[in-house]
């Protein structure tokens, strides 16, 4: 419904940002990293996701397309709530929180608040088995096939392109971003910043 709110940081207050439009204020649930992106009377954009359940209607936002993706791809794990969620992606950035469930750092995901052992275990394990069945989580919110990302990561590039697909990049625009980019001299984290700065840009 919606894709994303465009105002003025009417209130901001833990996980929650509220952004007046056009006189109307849409509370957002959300991350310490977004909120540390704006700033009270200053204008902001939220890119969200609309929850509709049986006990309520609940509106997230998110700084950035790549945190919105993360969090879909979050609650898309069984047993991972929308509080969890938020959590998670409070305890790091989305690259770096792609790049720990690829590659297995439990200990990265159960910095969060509220976030054990077990609900780790099955973020690593649910996200790594989509990406070996070669599907995301589209924007909204459906998943659906075709990253191309089907063995388990052994190398940087592979490890990027697997991070990116988490972050629901499709393969093409992976390559894209990850041509030119200097695969041996760069860490891991690095490659994964810097595809990320070029599909933001482009």
Same mark, same amino acid.
């Given at each position: 419904?919606?894709?994303?709110?465009?105002?003025?940081?009417?209130? +901001?207050? @833990?996980?929650?940002?509220? +952004?007046?439009?056009?006189?109307?204020?849409? /509370?957002? #649930?959300?991350?310490?990293?977004?909120?540390?992106?704006?700033?009270?009377? %200053? #204008?902001?954009? =939220?890119?969200?996701?609309?929850?509709?359940?049986? %006990?309520?209607? %609940?509106?997230?936002?998110? $700084?950035?397309?790549?945190? *919105? #993706?993360?969090?879909?791809?979050?609650?898309?794990?069984?047993?991972?709530? @929308?509080?969890?969620?938020?959590? +998670?992606? &409070? &305890?790091?950035? @989305?690259?770096?929180?792609? *790049?720990?469930?690829?590659?297995?750092?439990?200990?990265?995901?159960?910095?969060? @608040?509220?976030?054990?052992?077990?609900?780790?275990?099955?973020? +690593?394990?649910?996200?790594?088995?989509? *990406?070996?069945?070669?599907?995301? !989580? &589209?924007?909204?919110?459906?998943?659906?096939?075709?990253?191309?990302?089907?063995?388990?990561?052994?190398?940087?590039? &592979?490890?990027?392109?697997? $991070?990116? $697909?988490?972050?629901?990049?499709?393969?093409?625009?992976?390559?894209?971003?990850?041509?030119?980019?200097?695969?041996?001299?760069?860490? =891991?984290?690095?490659? !994964?910043?810097? /595809?990320?700065?070029?599909?933001?840009?482009?």
């Amino acid at each position: 419904m919606f894709y994303y709110l465009n105002g003025t940081v009417a209130h +901001i207050e @833990p996980f929650l940002a509220v +952004i007046d439009c056009g006189g109307v204020g849409y /509370a957002c #649930r959300t991350t310490s990293c977004t909120l540390s992106a704006l700033k009270k009377g %200053d #204008r902001g954009k =939220l890119f969200t996701h609309l929850s509709v359940k049986e %006990d309520g209607v %609940d509106l997230y936002g998110f $700084a950035t397309a790549e945190e *919105l #993706r993360l969090f879909q791809q979050l609650i898309s794990v069984s047993g991972v709530g @929308p509080k969890a969620a938020l959590s +998670i992606l &409070s &305890s790091s950035t @989305p690259a770096n929180l792609a *790049l720990s469930i690829i590659t297995g750092d439990e200990k990265a995901l159960t910095c969060a @608040p509220g976030v054990g052992k077990k609900i780790a275990q099955r973020v +690593i394990l649910e996200l790594k088995d989509k *990406l070996a069945k070669g599907q995301t !989580i &589209s924007a909204s919110g459906e998943s659906y096939g075709g990253t191309g990302v089907t063995v388990i990561p052994e190398n940087k590039l &592979s490890e990027a392109t697997a $991070a990116l $697909a988490v972050l629901g990049y499709s393969q093409g625009e992976i390559n894209l971003a990850l041509k030119g980019i200097d695969l041996e001299g760069l860490s =891991l984290e690095q490659i !994964i910043k810097e /595809a990320l700065k070029k599909m933001m840009k482009g």
